[in-house]
């Protein structure tokens, strides 16, 4: 059957002390309704209602969906009339789901499960069993017939003694649901409307209501401060480390390693501890990632390793290279199989050719460099006059001294040598020799400056 999503994400957070609406503080890189929306798209829901109101104009620059409704609710007046915004987008025909915009880690496979429990009943809720429920809504039950939540305040002892609480999240029939929420009444102490008083309301109409179990509790556990979004960031990447692990990766600590997009792996990849992933990154088979690095947007080749702290963004790396350690390649840099930077070495937009080394105190920048060429240390490509940057091309076997300087545009032919030291401004033909230096003089007996 056909169904829609409602999201609630129109509260402001006040405790999270913060000017940025709370649900688009981030977990795992992403605002964590944005996490939460992603999580629905993968359903092929018809439509996402997103009920949004403080901060709207950073909501609509900072989130997306192909599906993506966006209802206001200009006043802040309880669940239920969150709900209600969206009403005029939903069909009588349809199932309607109910989720909760600072609950992240929702998974995929438990929203299908509501689903599932859905089209078994009239209304299903999504409900967990807390060790300690103290302060939260109970669930009722009559021979396995959810017929009501009760709040602590309200319970007694016995009811007190239920573990099962539920989550705020719920699906149900678009029909119903309309004909709950014009029913529903602000008489309480805060003058708000509330979506869990449908559940009396199904349950007065003789309706059947099931709940649906998340996998783990974490997967329901909202943000309401900046202590639960760390909480929920390390569940999500000790969860991202978990399946990684599944998958054949091996951490030297899972518990310091952070995952902020998609990472594709081969077999035997190790990773050190605090490694940080970003964007999309694919890693080879037999690949070793070191301690304290950082990639992002990139890939890498087979049997490559990567030493200690280096930043690897937007960069191309091929079989059998080894990278760093302190070693930074910018967007466009593409390393060749059994190339090798060192310490201390920044490419950008430039080309290492197959079993070239730069090894150490380098730049490269809008720069190729043929095969086994050797770029010696404190080696720099001039690329930028201030206005225009222009292209160094270093052809195969080409040595370069240490300390040169290589002003674009300029070409170093094949097998050419730089004496260290060097100015490069011009050509230089394959298998010559360029020195280009001031004259060192000598001064016998001179007199060293002495303090005055």
């Given at each position: 059957m056909a169904f829609s999503v409602v999201i609630l994400a129109a509260g402001k957070g006040t405790r999270m002390k913060s000017a940025l609406p709370k649900v688009l503080h981030k977990v795992g890189g992403l605002p964590m309704v944005q996490r939460i929306i992603n999580t629905v798209d993968a359903l092929d829901a018809n439509n996402i209602h997103l009920i949004y109101g403080h901060g709207k104009t950073q909501l609509k620059a900072a989130l997306?969906?192909?599906n993506l409704n966006w209802c206001l609710q200009e006043e802040q007046l309880g669940t239920g009339h969150a709900v209600k915004q969206a009403v005029p987008h939903i069909s009588d025909d349809e199932d309607v789901m109910v989720l909760v915009g600072d609950a992240p880690l929702i998974r995929e496979e438990t929203l299908a499960k509501l689903i599932e429990v859905k089209s078994r009943c009239d209304l299903a809720l999504l409900t967990v069993e807390l060790d300690d429920p103290t302060g939260m809504g109970r669930i009722i039950r009559e021979n396995d017939n959810i017929t009501a939540i009760v709040e602590h305040k309200d319970a007694s002892d016995a009811q007190r003694e239920i573990k099962e609480i539920n989550t705020g999240m719920m699906m149900m029939s678009g029909q119903d649901l309309k004909r709950w929420l014009n029913a529903l009444s602000n008489d309480n102490a805060q003058g708000e409307y509330y979506l869990t008083d449908v559940i009396a309301m199904a349950a007065k109409e003789g309706?059947?209501?099931n709940a649906a179990?998340?996998?783990?509790?974490?997967?329901?556990?909202?943000v309401n401060n900046r202590l639960q979004l760390a909480h929920l960031e390390r569940a999500l990447q000790r969860r991202h480390a978990n399946e990684l692990m599944m998958n054949g990766v091996t951490f030297?600590?899972?518990n310091r390693f952070d995952l902020r997009g998609q990472l594709t792996t081969g077999e035997d990849v190790e990773i050190d501890i605090n490694v940080i992933v970003e964007g999309t990154v694919i890693l080879g088979n037999n690949v070793k990632i070191g301690a304290h690095c950082i990639l992002r947007n990139c890939e890498i080749a087979d049997n490559t390793v990567i030493e200690a702290n280096s930043i690897i963004e937007e960069a191309l790396v091929g079989e059998y290279c080894t990278v760093g350690p302190y070693a930074r390649l910018r967007p466009g840099a593409v390393m060749h199989a059994k190339a090798k930077v060192g310490n201390f070495v920044e490419m950008k937009k430039?080309?290492?050719g197959e079993g070239a080394k730069a090894n150490h105190l380098t730049y490269l920048g809008d720069a190729t460099v043929g095969a086994n060429a050797n770029i010696g240390a404190g080696t720099i490509t001039c690329n930028y006059d201030g206005v225009n940057k222009s292209k160094t091309t270093i052809g195969q076997n080409a040595f370069i001294g240490s300390n040169s300087s290589l002003v674009a545009p300029v070409t170093i032919g094949d097998n050419?040598?730089?004496g260290a030291g060097s100015v490069i401004t011009s050509k230089v033909d394959e298998n010559a020799l360029a020195v280009a230096r001031g004259k060192q003089r000598n001064i016998a007996n001179w007199p060293r400056p002495t303090k005055k």
């Open positions: 997306q969906g192909d309706k059947r209501i179990h998340p996998q783990d509790i974490v997967e329901v556990e909202g030297a600590d899972p430039a080309v290492l050419a040598t730089v």
